[in-house]
């Protein structure tokens, strides 16, 4: 692998290469990260880097487009076949530009959107204000009942009868429950406001049927084939056929220039795969993994936000045992366990302290791990937890890390 590279560019070879040696021995859980096939890489280092185009299959810009129109024309129906839309827009670069480009699409600056607080587990571009979609928009923003510590849908409907918003948005990053699509549909219509749903967390999931679709329900869904799709690294579109030309106008030339041709290949073959038997199979043991995991760290004495979780993430409360988002993470990172700092409902620590950490187990279970596996890295976490300032012990741990590690190969044949 990169042989080209090692000759011309040692320097930026060493730095890849220590990367792969990081994902080869750790354990990897940020939720929103999974290990792609082979055939994603493949496809993203193929020759279709080479080719600049912009527009749509038989609205062109650029000459030479007939295979590429044959491509993105692949990519766009097998996203609408896997996921029953009846349009679908493979081009944006990001999540945050699909959900860019909704916006330009169906609202005007100034107008106001309704979307959940990014501390109780939105996401930047659903209004905070750090973000382009807060700073343009009016932004007003729900959160979590403060006992269930789910999504308080009483204050969406008290919110949109108050604010009236052009768009209501539904979706997260670090929501480990269901969202109930339908009932925030109905309240989004009585508002006279269009209903979007960011799937980019679960969008995976979905497509295996093992999580809601939100499909059915929304005007417009945004999501990555990213994260629980474990493919292409880029955004796409689903939506009505009403909203077709408005949303694809939006993304192109409203949001984006030319189109990343290697990354679409990417996705048409994200979609297909997303469709088998076998990606199924991965679906459904991350979410026993999860389940498997939120137990075993539960009997340690670590509280799960919510009691548990639905689908590929916890959100772990670490007040219980005396610690805070940012010591557990650093030790974590420290015995070769990856997962991110978190607020958690109502927290009082500071966003670059928090008091809980995300846990995601796609990465881990489409590398093999099982529940098993997830007992003894529950147990590998207890230790950390317990010895946050023993560096000999957490030593001992990343070397245990390393041997769970080990029992999964990252890629057969390339290590
Ligand atoms: N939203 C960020 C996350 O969930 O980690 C990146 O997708």
Do not use: W
Not at 111 to 118: E, H, V
């Amino acid at each position: 692998m990169l042989d080209n590279l090692k000759n011309s560019d040692a320097v930026l070879h060493k730095y890849i290469e220590e990367e792969m040696e990081r994902q080869k021995s750790g354990i990897e859980m940020i939720a929103s990260e999974s290990f792609v096939p082979m055939e994603i890489m493949e496809i993203q280092g193929s020759i279709l880097t080479n080719k600049t185009m912009e527009g749509f299959p038989g609205r062109r810009y650029h000459a030479g487009h007939e295979a590429i129109d044959k491509i993105e024309t692949l990519g766009i129906e097998r996203a609408k076949e896997l996921y029953g839309a009846d349009h679908a827009n493979i081009q944006p670069h990001s999540g945050s530009q699909a959900n860019q480009s909704v916006y330009a699409a169906l609202i005007k600056p100034g107008d106001t959107i309704l979307g959940m607080k990014l501390d109780h587990g939105g996401h930047l571009t659903h209004g905070s204000s750090v973000n382009f979609s807060g700073k343009i928009y009016n932004s007003v923003s729900y959160g979590l009942n403060s006992e269930t510590e789910t999504i308080d849908y009483d204050e969406i409907e008290r919110l949109a009868k108050m604010h009236s918003p052009k768009i209501i948005i539904a979706g997260a990053s670090s929501y480990p429950r269901f969202i109930d699509y339908e009932r925030i549909s109905k309240i989004a219509h009585e508002a006279g406001a269009y209903f979007l749903v960011d799937m980019a967390h679960v969008a995976g999931l979905v497509a295996a049927g093992v999580h809601p679709s939100p499909v059915p329900y929304a005007d417009v869904v945004t999501g990555t084939t990213t994260k629980t799709l474990a493919g292409a690294r880029g955004g796409f579109i689903l939506c009505k056929n009403e909203l077709a030309r408005k949303i694809d106008s939006a993304v192109f030339p409203g949001v984006q220039g030319s189109m990343h041709m290697h990354i679409m290949g990417a996705k048409a073959f994200t979609f297909k795969r997303a469709g088998t038997k076998e990606y199924r199979e991965i679906m459904e043991q991350v979410v026993k993994n999860a389940k498997a995991l939120a137990k075993h760290l539960e009997g340690f004495g670590f509280r799960m936000v919510t009691g548990g979780t639905d689908n590929h993430l916890l959100l772990v409360d670490l007040r219980p045992k005396g610690l805070t988002g940012k010591q557990f993470d650093l030790a974590l990172e420290s015995a070769g366990i990856t997962v991110n700092k978190n607020m958690i409902p109502n927290d009082p620590e500071k966003p670059m302290v928090t008091s809980g950490v995300r846990i995601g187990v796609t990465a881990m279970t489409i590398k093999g791990a099982k529940e098993e596996d997830m007992a003894e890295i529950a147990g590998l976490m207890n230790r950390v937890a317990e010895n946050i300032d023993n560096e000999e012990a957490i030593k001992d741990v990343k070397e245990e890390a390393v041997k769970i590690s080990s029992r999964f190969p990252l890629y057969k044949g390339m290590l």
